[in-house]
Structures are given as structure tokens and as C-alpha cells.
């Protein structure tokens, strides 16, 4: 394997922990590193109600330079945030400073890059494009690489999934590329607590179209297709559908710990606007964002409507709540116990906030007189400190937000008013 690795001269942060993870999960704890990260300056504009602050400096600089783009941030289980951008796969610590780019993988540059996801073994899911060669024909087809050893300047493939060969859903007929196959993208992967995964593919929705593309698809830890998938139904949108998914999370995020629930569920994003299509969305789906239910028995899987999700919109805003979002591009959730559930939504510019029920807010401070979710969505078009220009990723870390603000080339931060040390 051949891989361009740019390293910067600091060095890299825990590697011995690293490198001694258990073979299902790795850990990573430095105190250093949370010092840093602790002393970041909060904008001394923090309002005096309940509500997300930035937290300074945003991070603009990878190792190879100023951010090109970022299209996804993730903040590992090993502590490292990763980012995704026209540029590769960056590593930066928690205290902003650059690690390593990584631009090629297997002889080939990382093409349009378009997430980022680390599982409990410490090794990284990305979205890209890749090109082969199929009988004299060549095609440029979307993967997700599978990377161990990023973190340790060691990086290597583990696998790559490609569209079409990894799907066994397809035909064996069908199995080689067709044109529609280069329309094609892998646009999120979930985890699952014994590190199989989900992924979501969203592709042309014509109905000459053979191939069901929008889909959420599932792959064991070593990445053989288990046949698990939903699909579009009826080529729409629906409270049990995958339109034009453009992400797909689950419940096993950081920080690291021995064991997760058993849970197979998950939460996907829909987006009105077909693979390939750049224009601005105009008209929302009714319901963009969805809690799906998986049951898992001897007879087979079962896919719900998290029905007690969809009913609290009912009596409140909510994520089932009607033309809530424009065009959601990325989830996230937090898994430290607040189990909050953040969304992007690169329409709006804004970031959306829930809580475990569904509704829109997070717990209102100890002590308050009202015990209802206090709303600390937030965001709008700009170049400000609270502000956004298409934003395309999202993730949570340690009482801290992190969103890819693709327009503004940074990864901007927040945090509670009410988490402030």
C-alpha cells in the first residue's frame, strides 16, 4: 500500500494507549490535552440565558494548511478529532493543532471525501471516490475505506466497500458497474456496540432506475454485507423511508466504555434534493430526520417508526414536527448520558438540538422554576461566531459541539453557557 501521510512536527498524543486497545475497543485519556482543550476562550458575548457559546479559536489550520472545504468532523473514541475535506483525512488533538493528513490511500488521492466515523477498535470509516477498472472499462465508483493505525502515523486499508460490488442485494447478473453506479454516494456510517455497522447510500431516484440505490445498508465488522436494508418506499419519503439518506448514526458513540446497550436502532436524515443536485432546497420533506426502531427476532427484522418520538411533536416542537428542517446533512448524539441529538441542517445553516424524547431543547439549569426543554437551536446564513454558510458536519465530544462549516472553511465550536467551568 502506498498513502501520502503528512505529519507536523508535534507529536502525536497517547499512542502507547493506543496501541495496547483491547481487540474490540481501544482508550485514550490525557489529561494534557483536556487542559488545553479547557483553556479555550468562550466568546465573551455568552448570553445570559440558557444556550450554546462559541468556544475560541475555531480551527481552521490541518496540517497541510487551511482547511479546503471541510465536509465532516468526528471526534473519535480515541480523543482525536478527524475532519474531512477537499484536501483528504486530517487528525488534529482536542486543543486544535494539527497531527497528520493523510491524501492518498492504495496509490490513489482521497476523492471528495465526504465523512468521517471511528468505530470501538479505533479504526476510521470514510466516504470517498475511488476508480477502477472493470473489463477494459473504467469507472470512478464510491467506497468507504476502512483505515486502522491513523492516529499512531501508521495508517493502512482494512477493507473497502464498493458500490456496486459490496451490496448483495444486487443481482449477481448486475454486479458490474452501470452509469448510474458513478451517481452514486456513501454519505454516513453508524456503529453498532459489536462494531458492525450501517450504511447510507442515496443515488438517482428515476424510475427507469432498476437499482433501489437510496438505501440504508448493513455490513458486519468485517465488512461482508448482511443483507440488512431499507429502502425508499414507493420512491418517497415517509416516516420508514431512506430518501435521498444523507446520514445515518446510532447510539454508540463517545466516550468509550466496556459495553453498550444492545440496540440495533438508528437515526437517519432525508434530504429533498436528489444525489448530484446542488441547487438550494426550496420545499422541506414533511419529516427529514427519523427515529427508526429495530427488532431483531427468529423470524427477522422488524423496522418502526419510533412511534414515541413521532408523539411528542404532538405537544411540543419536535424532530416529527412538520417542515422542521430544510435539508438536514449530518446528525450526531451524545452519549455522555444527555443523550441529546443534534442536527445540521445546511438549508437553514442552523443546528438543530433535542432531547431524549424528541423535543426541541436541552434540561433547563438546577434549579429552574420551569422544568420544560429550553430551545438553544441556533444559527443563520454568515460568517459569524453564531452563524454558518453550508454547513456539512456535526459532532459531539466532551459537553462540546463541533460542526464542518463547509463555507467558511473551519470547524467552529460550542458549548452549553451552562457546562462553562
Known amino acids: 500500500m502506498t498513502a501520502s501521510f503528512r505529519r507536523s512536527a508535534l507529536p502525536l498524543l497517547a499512542v502507547a494507549a493506543l496501541a495496547s486497545g483491547c481487540d474490540l475497543f481501544g482508550s485514550k485519556q490525557d489529561s494534557t490535552t483536556d487542559d488545553i482543550f479547557r483553556q479555550g476562550r468562550i466568546d465573551p458575548n455568552a448570553v445570559a440565558d440558557v444556550g450554546y457559546v462559541p468556544v475560541q479559536p475555531f480551527y481552521t489550520q490541518s496540517s497541510a494548511g487551511t482547511f479546503n472545504a471541510p465536509t465532516d468532523v468526528y471526534v473519535g473514541f480515541d480523543g482525536f478529532v478527524y475532519v474531512t475535506d477537499a484536501n483528504g483525512l486530517h487528525v488534529l488533538n482536542r486543543a486544535g493543532q494539527p497531527e497528520a493528513t493523510l491524501a492518498s490511500l492504495n496509490g490513489q488521492p482521497i476523492r471528495e471525501a465526504g465523512c468521517v466515523t471511528q468505530d470501538r477498535r479505533l479504526q476510521l470509516y470514510v466516504c470517498a471516490l475511488r476508480d477502477t477498472t472493470v473489463e477494459g472499462t473504467s469507472w470512478r465508483l464510491p467506497v468507504v475505506y476502512r483505515i486502522s493505525g491513523m492516529a499512531t502515523g501508521a495508517p493502512k486499508v482494512e477493507d473497502i466497500l464498493w458500490q456496486p460490488f459490496d451490496d448483495n442485494n444486487r443481482a449477481v447478473i448486475q454486479r458490474n458497474p452501470i452509469a448510474t453506479d458513478t451517481q452514486v454516494r456513501f454519505t454516513g456510517v453508524g456503529i453498532r456496540p459489536d462494531n458492525s455497522i450501517y450504511v447510507s447510500r442515496r443515488g438517482p431516484l428515476a424510475a427507469n432506475v432498476p437499482q433501489p440505490y437510496n438505501a440504508i445498508l448493513g455490513y458486519d465488522a468485517n465488512g461482508t454485507n448482511t443483507g440488512q436494508i431499507i429502502q425508499v418506499s414507493g420512491r418517497r419519503a415517509s416516516l420508514l423511508s431512506s430518501y435521498n439518506p444523507t446520514d445515518v448514526i446510532t447510539t454508540v458513540q463517545p466516550p468509550q466504555r466496556q459495553t453498550f446497550p444492545n440496540s440495533a436502532d438508528f437515526f437517519v436524515a432525508q434530504s429533498p434534493l436528489e444525489s448530484g443536485n446542488a441547487r438550494p432546497p426550496t420545499t422541506p420533506l414533511a419529516n427529514a430526520v427519523l427515529s427508526i426502531k429495530v427488532t431483531e427476532t427468529v423470524d427477522g427484522i422488524s423496522y418502526n417508526p419510533d412511534v414515541s418520538r413521532l408523539g411528542a411533536a404532538q405537544t411540543a416542537t419536535g424532530l416529527y414536527t412538520i417542515n422542521r428542517f430544510l435539508n438536514p446533512s449530518d446528525l450526531a ?57 453550508r454547513p456539512q458536519g456535526v459532532a ?12 467558511n472553511n473551519r470547524i467552529a465550536r460550542f458549548r452549553l453557557n451552562t457546562d462553562l467551568e
Open 333 to 389: 448524539f451524545a452519549a455522555d448520558g444527555t443523550n441529546y441529538l443534534f442536527v445540521l441542517d445546511s438549508g437553514k445553516d442552523s443546528l438543530f438540538v433535542f432531547n431524549n424524547a424528541g423535543i426541541e431543547g436541552v434540561a433547563p439549569p438546577p434549579g429552574a422554576r420551569n422544568p420544560a426543554p429550553v430551545k438553544v437551536s441556533f444559527g443563520g446564513a454568515g460568517n459569524g461566531l453564531l452563524t454558518f454558510n
Open 396 to 407: 459531539y465530544y466532551d459537553k462540546t459541539v463541533y460542526v464542518a462549516d463547509t463555507g
